[in-house]
């Protein structure tokens, strides 16, 4: 345990009990087959809040999957007497913890039902769940609760968030770039090859993306099962790796191990790039797009035109399938420089987001 830290037990300060719920409502856990309900009241969210990013059916399902999820105690849905599904929340510890352990919270109140006293008893329960989930876990690490909102979300959301305690602590931008505009050409050092992806490297790109994100604020090692779990959006077709296959290569650092390096014979991913296809966004935003995901470069292989040439390959790739723009969205403070990159390339700001958190 770090000698500067109390016990998780004493710095997560949680109750014994949760705090109760509003009684007008039927309160129960959610459930497998509960993703039909769910997804219907994620949906009337997003369209009265003009969310631009849509949830699909298969997201919601995916987010009541997982052999690590303790639905029966983290998750909750309340019913009012007409059985109108009124409200959600969702408590998840994340899995593969190294230097930080976190648990993402989730909710909302259908827009009917708003203003009824259940937006700030809901962010309370999901915050003592959450804490009840931190000293469970019994990690020596230092901890965090964090839950993310659109920048152009309901005010009354983020002030909820503000009362129980959380505060904004990143920024991220959401950018485009025109696919009408040229696409630059990038030319790799002798042996490093661009290849599409195929599932005999997809685990090589999970560490490279554990290393390249190594120093990434609140980023965390990737486990394999988390790796492979939420891919309905994924879009191999559009997704490519960087193979670093010369003789002599760069000593892959091994302070992170199995999470940073390949096995002997294993193909060495020196970069990436994952993109998504959200075609439910389509129609609300008004224009087809590309999602980059991850772009990650191993930091042993940074300032070889890696990057570019990763997006370079993704752009011609959803040009050719018809789409009008590249998106991704970036960390404002990144600290690789990624901001200056997509700039470079034509990208520019469309909308954005926030990371609010409680450190624990």
Request: charged share 25%.
């Amino acid at each position: 345990m770090p000698h500067d830290l109390a016990p998780i037990s004493r710095r997560a300060d949680a109750p014994d009990a949760l705090p109760q719920l509003p009684a007008h409502l039927r309160w129960r856990p959610l459930r497998v087959d509960d993703a039909t309900l769910l997804h219907g009241l994620v949906e009337a969210i997003e369209l009265t809040d003009g969310a631009r990013f849509r949830t699909t059916a298969a997201e919601s399902a995916e987010k009541l999957t997982g052999e690590w999820k303790d639905l029966d105690h983290d998750t909750l849905v309340g019913v009012d007497d007409a059985g109108v599904v009124c409200a959600y929340a969702t408590v998840e510890l994340v899995q593969g913890a190294a230097t930080l352990q976190k648990v993402i919270v989730h909710g909302g109140v259908h827009p009917m039902a708003r203003d009824r006293g259940i937006g700030g008893p809901l962010v309370d329960w999901m915050t003592a769940r959450a804490r009840q989930v931190l000293v469970a876990s019994g990690t020596t690490l230092p901890a965090r609760i964090e839950t993310h909102t659109d920048e152009s979300g309901p005010a009354a959301e983020r002030d909820l968030l503000e009362r129980a305690g959380f505060r904004v602590r990143r920024y991220y931008a959401n950018l485009r770039r025109d696919l009408a505009d040229d696409v630059p050409d990038v030319q790799l050092p002798d042996g490093l090859r661009l290849v599409p992806w195929s599932d005999e490297i997809d685990d090589a790109m999970r560490l490279a993306h554990n290393d390249a994100f190594r120093d990434h604020w609140g980023s965390q090692p990737t486990t394999r099962e988390n790796w492979r779990h939420g891919r309905s959006t994924f879009a191999p077709t559009w997704t490519f790796a960087v193979l670093d296959e010369r003789d002599e290569r760069p000593t892959v650092d091994g302070a992170q191990d199995a999470h940073a390096s390949s096995g002997e014979g294993a193909p060495l991913v020196a970069a990436y790039l994952i993109s998504g296809r959200y075609e439910q966004n389509w129609e609300a935003q008004g224009f087809t797009a590309g999602f980059t995901e991850l772009l990650g470069v191993r930091r042993t292989h940074r300032g070889l035109g890696l990057s570019v040439a990763l997006l370079e390959a993704a752009m011609r790739a959803y040009r050719a399938d018809g789409m009008q723009f590249a998106e991704l969205d970036v960390d404002t403070e990144n600290p690789s420089g990624a901001h200056g990159l997509y700039a470079s390339l034509g990208y520019e700001k469309l909308d954005g987001s926030m990371v609010h958190t409680i450190e624990v």
